[in-house]
């Protein structure tokens, strides 16, 4: 019955009402198919195809040209993973149902009757020797150590080093050669030679041995810059002193110091300024060279804003694009601040494009330009998913953009699973309340089998969220009020807390994350809190605080190891006695793939005399995680979670332990990683599990 709803509730998503349409006659798509490079290599070939040759578009026949050049992109791409000399034959089916065979390496010099219409093509790729560097050594090199120089070329990061991560192609190794060369230059090192020269090339198996070779020479160094500032109309320049050393010399600081100096003018509205950094004297000590520099800055003429002129929007209102770029009639022309104004209008997410141009008014005035490109309105997108509770799930989220041409955003996300059916509504107006802060209304439903209850949870809210930039930090305050309704429980855990109360409560979010990736944190930090407040005053019938703490940090021991440590923290307490005051749902019921992992979902959470899972007012949970790279996809880990929990609040922080170690198997993908561990328990209590095997998607904290 549960599932029958979530269909409905996907088909009322997808229809629109007082408007009709009428059924155009069905095309046929041509069928296009890649054979040889192994299942994922064959599908991501043939989505490159789509998307670089037919831009996504299903024709309903295939060109000579699509073909020829389709094959000359597949030799190319082969090549750039180390296979020299492939072949691609192509199949071709025509329209009038004849079938043709070609070699697509000959068709440079036999190309195809331009009368030819395919309806299905197979190419077969023939891949030949893998190219691989069995040897590679780096001579006269003293700054860097070996392996860091070794990256530049060959993937380091794992302890398994087979050929695929080891592979040679021409381009790679003058990618290589350049890369090892700005690193240096970075250093100081601006007269830096980096060569190579290639020793041995079998054709039979792919071996290559290479040897780089190294000159170094001088390090320069920055030792002060003197600034001469040239304003536009006067015959005096202005000198100061903008930099004292020292400071490794480089093309890229020389470059990054211009930019800063730049940046200086453009705030005072010159968009025209050269700088132009130029060696005053140098002094040679031994291996080092010290550089003196005179920068010359020529600010130009001070210019003003005459217009903002918006151009390409369709349904956005431009008073709206007006406010959101800050960008005002008289202002200074500060090109870092209209940068900033484009930026804000990308960042709506309902533009596929956006540009800014100038015209000039004259000498000391200019308009500004933002044109845009509207992308779409409407967007359905479907869900799937697998885990070793809910097992399979699946949903659809619908995207609706740009309401009243002001950026309002509607989303509603229904996902189904063997456990669990949910529904969420959201809508956002962007800015409303100030920079950065978007208000936003939410509606959601959820009905999911919990190891011990059945949680039935529905309700709304309002709130509004925003961001603090300077501090990387997010903060959302909102009210909610729901019905937390905990069904099949039986009345002993009944006891434990209100079984089916009206909550109104105001919650605070804060998130703080400075990790490196949110996907595949490697180094850094993030400081996640969750503050709920919920009284009778607010609408409710429950009285309680309940605070949730998490924090993770993460380092690299080597090149291809990882530590990571997460820690997270619980407290809910009752204004009153816990079973007339907190809701039994917003006890916390630890266990699972991203808890402790010798447990299932809610498992390791405290049990009454009868053995029955009552949930936890209060738990502590810390993990140590060490993550070993295999290769470019395949990692090892290993890990300690530590979990304590307090049935009641008087047992705070916790008056029972729980320990899990255990390993596992991750797989890296675009979406993150997909995790395959066992946690086995150490000191499992009566009813326990000896371990469990969680299979999931994510990183676990």
Known sequence: MRFSYFLVLVLLTCLEPQRTFSTPKAVKPAKLEIKGYGLLGNWRLKRMLRDVELGGKKPEFFTPTFIEDSALLLTSRVKEDGYRSPVIRIAIELAGGEKLRVDGNELLENPLSRELRATAITFSIEKGVLYYYRRLTVEGLTVLKEKEAISYFIDTE??????????????????????????????????????????????????????????????????????ETQYSGQTNSSLSQVFSGPKPYSRFWAQDFAVQLKNVQYRKGYPDVMVDLK?????????????????????????????????????????????????????????????????????LGIFQHVDVTYTNVDENTR???????????????????????????????????????????????????????????????????????????????????????????????????????????????????????????????????????????????????????????????????????????????????RVEFWTSWHHRLMDSMWLSLGFSHGVAISFGSASDNLPFNKRFFPGGANSIRGYQEGEASPRNEEQQIVGAESYMLGTVELEQALNRKWSVVGFVDTLGIAEHMENYPFNRTLFSVGGGLRWRTLIGPVRLEYGYNLNPRQLDPTGTLQFSFGFPF
């Not at 192609?169 to 700005?182: E, N, Y």
């Open 158 to 227: 794992g302890l398994l080093s087979t050929k695929g991560m080891r592979v040679y192609t021409p381009q790679r190794l003058r990618q290589g050669l350049s890369s090892l060369t700005d690193a240096l230059e970075r250093l100081g090192y601006a007269q830096a030679q980096v060569t190579a020269a290639q020793e041995a090339m079998d054709p039979k198996s792919g071996a290559v041995d290479v040897r780089i070779q190294v000159q170094e020479g001088p390090k320069f160094m920055v030792r002060f810059v003197r600034e």
């Open 279 to 347: 060696p005053d004297q140098a002094q040679t000590n031994a291996d080092q060279v010290m550089l003196d520099i005179v920068a010359t800055v020529n600010t130009g003429n001070q210019v003003r804003v005459d217009q903002v002129v918006f151009q390409g929007q369709k349904r956005t209102n431009p008073v709206f694009m007006s406010r959101r770029v800050r960008v005002e009639r008289g202002d200074l022309l500060n090109p870092i601040r209209v940068e900033a104004g484009r930026f804000r209008l990308a960042e």
């Open 367 to 545: 308009s500004v330009f933002y044109s845009v490109e509207e992308g779409k309105r409407r967007e359905i997108s479907l869900l799937f998913g697998w885990g070793s509770y809910e097992l399979l799930r699946g949903g659809v989220i619908y995207d609706e953009y740009n309401i009243w041409g002001l950026a309002h955003h509607l989303r509603l996300k229904a996902t189904q699973s063997i456990k669990a059916t949910s529904g969420d509504l959201t809508y956002t107006i962007p800015d409303i309340l100030g920079k950065n802060a978007d208000l936003f209304l939410y509606g959601s439903g959820l009905r999911r089998e919990e190891i011990s209850f059945t949680r039935v949870e529905y309700g709304g809210g309002v709130g509004v969220h925003k961001l603090f930039t300077p501090v990387h930090t997010d903060v959302t305050l909102r009210y909610s009020y729901q019905i937390l309704d905990a069904m099949s429980i039986v009345s002993a855990v009944a006891s434990e807390g209100l079984t089916n109360p009206a909550v109104g409560s105001i919650i605070l979010d804060l998130k703080h994350d400075r990790r490196d990736s949110p996907l595949y944190p490697r180094r850094g930090y993030k400081i996640f809190l969750n503050i709920e407040t919920a009284a009778s005053e607010l609408g409710g019938d429950a009285n309680y605080e």
